[in-house]
């Protein structure tokens, strides 16, 4: 049974950091692009970041120079350093494995990050 499961989140005040994790069980982590992606109040979940399986990395525009992806294959888990937060990054954060090959494309259940004075 595949699992990812995420952490980190919570209440951060503007200009502040919060790093995301995802810790997935049920598959070989390693062949997986795995990706970070936001549901905003009011709008459609949206790709923050993604790295693939093959090292690349690749973000959102909104988020290119103060979000940084990451992963570590030995410990099956991928994360999401965020830093210089502003209220606009407030949403709720969802982990995804994706293998395009197989068809296959897994969801965390999310984790709530607030950005707020």
């Known amino acids: 049974q595949v699992q990812l499961v995420e952490s980190g989140g919570g209440l951060v005040q503007p200009g502040g950091s919060l790093r995301l994790s995802c810790a997935a069980s049920?598959?070989?982590?390693?062949?997986?692009?795995m990706g970070w992606y936001r549901r905003a109040p009011g709008r459609q979940r949206e790709l923050v970041a993604v790295?693939?399986?093959?090292?690349?990395?690749t973000y959102a525009d909104s988020v290119k120079g103060r979000f940084a992806i990451s992963r570590d294959n030995t410990k099956n888990t991928m994360y999401l350093q965020m830093n210089s937060l502003k209220p606009e990054d407030t949403g709720v954060y969802y982990c995804n494995a994706r293998r395009e090959v197989l068809k296959r494309d897994y969801w965390g259940q999310g984790t709530q990050v607030t950005v707020s004075s």
């Open positions: 790295s693939t399986s093959g090292d690349t990395t």
């Open positions: 049920g598959i070989i982590f390693s062949v997986y692009d």
